[in-house]
C-alpha cells in the first residue's frame, strides 16, 4: 500500500546547512499494518511521515500510495488524495483554539467534496463520543486537558475515514496511564476500522500496541521487527532476534516510613526489559494478520 523505494531528503537552505535527513530509505507497508517508528531526536522519523503525507517531495527515491507516485499528480489532485486518503496527527498542538471540540473535529470536511459535508457534524459527534468526549462537545481546547486535546486531534484525524493514519508522537506530552489509554484507543480504531497506521513514538515500550516496528538511526532504518503476542521478533538487522521481553519486575524496594509517608529508596516503578538473544533466521517477508484485512468505508 505504502512503498519508499530508496528515498533521500537533504534539506539545504544553503550549502553549509545541508542535512541529509532521510538517507536512502526503503519500506513497505502493507494495507492495515499497525507500524510504530522508534528512533532518537533527529533520526528523521517526522520527516519520514512527511515524506509518506506528501508533505514533503523527495530529493531522490520514490514515494508510492498504491502505486501511484505522489509527486507524478498535479497539486490539486495531490491535495484531494492526500485529504482522502491520510489522517494525519502532528508532532505539535494542531486545535484551532477559536474553535469548539466539535468545530475542530468536522474542520477536514470543509475542505473535501460537498458529498462529505451532509451529517459532518453528526459524524463529528459520533467521533468524539468513540474517543471518551461525549460531555466536552461544546468545550474549547484551552478547557481541555493535554489528554483530551489528543483525543480531540486523534477524533479529527478520522474525520475523513482515511485509509491511512500518519501519527507523529501523539502520546508524548502525556503521563504514562494517558499514553496507555490512548494507545490502546488506537488500538481499538486500528481493530475496529482496519486503518493502516504509522505511528512516531518516543517509548520502546510502545511498539507493543503495533503489529511491527522499526527502529531509526540517522536517517536510516537500523532494525526491522514484527510485535508478536508473545513479544518483538527481528528480522533485518540488527542481527539478532529478540525474544518475549517479558517485563522483569525488580524486587520491591526497600520502604523507609517518615513522619510525611513512605519514601521509597529506589524508584518502584523501573522495569527491567534486558530481552534475550538468540541468532537470526534469514530475513523474510513479514504478514501480519492486519495485514490481510480489507478497509471498510
Ligand atoms: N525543514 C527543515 N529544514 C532543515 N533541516 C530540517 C528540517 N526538518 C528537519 N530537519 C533536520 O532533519 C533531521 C531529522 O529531523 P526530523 O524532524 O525528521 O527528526 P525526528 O526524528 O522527528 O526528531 P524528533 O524526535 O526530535 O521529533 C534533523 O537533523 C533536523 O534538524
Ligand atoms: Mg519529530
Redesign the pocket.
Known sequence: MISLKDVV?T???NKE?A????NGVSLDVERGEFLVII????????????LVAGL?KPTSGEVLLESVNLWSLGDREQSLLRNQKIGFIF?FPSLLPSLTALENVALPTSFGPESKKDGAYARASHLLETVGLTDKLNAYPRQLSAGQQQRVVIARSLMNQPEILLA??ATSNLDEETEKEIMALFQKIHASTGVTILM?A?STYLADYATRSIR?AN?AISASSKVTGSGTVYSSPPTTVVTAPAPVLPPPPEKLTTGSGTVYSSPPTTVATAPASVPLPPPEKLTTRAGKRRIRS
Open positions: 531528503k534539506y539545504a537552505p546547512l542535512v541529509t535527513a532521510i528512533g532518537r531526536s533527529g533520526s528523521g522519523k517526522t520527516t519520514l511521515l512527511n514533503t508532532q507523529d508522537e512516531v518516543h531509526m536517517g
